[in-house]
DNA sequence: TTGACATATTGACGTGTGTCGATATATAGT
DNA sequence: ACTATATATCGACACACGTCAATATGTCAA
């Protein structure tokens, strides 16, 4: 896992990465939950691939459980990322009302 | 200009580009102020190209004058993607204290 | 109008990345 | 041990994208 910004952006800028995360959002899913709510969009190994890239960018936590993995966001880490952005390239609106990144568990 | 997160985050996905972002944040540049402040690291035909890139995402805005454009960060919209990227995969964090998105002018 | 300057566009090239089929690894049940 | 299930990894391929040199476009000054 990697703490910048570009690693955080890159592991968003993907249309299926997107919807993975969307599926992984407030709820613990299987690579085969993900695989099937992507109704056949793509197959396993490019799921397992997404989810690699996601967990390397530290957005997304993993317990495994038999012989399945559970995968959900990890949603304070995407917090902080975005309140970084902010930070950086909107230091205008920054230091008004965002959440103060010291406070995200 | 187009409005969805995939297009946001892809235009903060590169290095250089966040670097040009950097030297327009809070600050109006030219072309080349951006090429001289990346220090010979991109030339001028690859600055105008992320530029154009940064432009169509809404991410910056031009003003012309006489033959040279300045640009400069539109940081309200940065704001507001970082808003929505919360709202999309962080909604546990939406919820409590960042900017509402309607207040972001 | 001509020349100089600032920026945009074009075409080409190499690299990065999303995708897949095939296969490997790991775990559970019999 | 053997089989079935779940996930990860590998190798290959196509396509997207960052970069550059060369050129085009546009604007000002003389």
Redesign the pocket.
Same mark, same amino acid.
């Given at each position: 896992m990697d703490a910048n910004l570009i690693t955080f952006a890159?592991a968003v800028?993907?249309?299926? #990465?997107q919807q993975i995360m969307t599926c992984l959002c407030c709820e613990w899913c299987? =690579?085969?939950?993900v =695989?099937d709510q992507l109704g056949?969009? =793509?197959?396993?190994?490019?799921?397992? %691939? %997404?989810?690699?890239?996601l967990?390397e960018a530290g957005l997304v936590e =993993?317990r495994?459980?038999? #012989?399945? #993995?559970?995968?959900t966001l990890n949603q304070s880490r995407i917090t902080m990322c975005c309140g970084m952005l902010v930070q950086q390239f909107a230091p205008e609106y920054a230091a008004s009302n965002i959440i103060p990144l010291d406070q995200v568990t």
């Open positions: 890159k800028a993907d249309e299926t #990465r299987s =690579v085969g939950d =695989v056949g969009k =793509v197959n396993q190994p490019t799921v397992s %691939h %997404h989810l690699k890239t967990q =993993v495994q459980e038999g #012989r399945q #993995r559970f995968y």
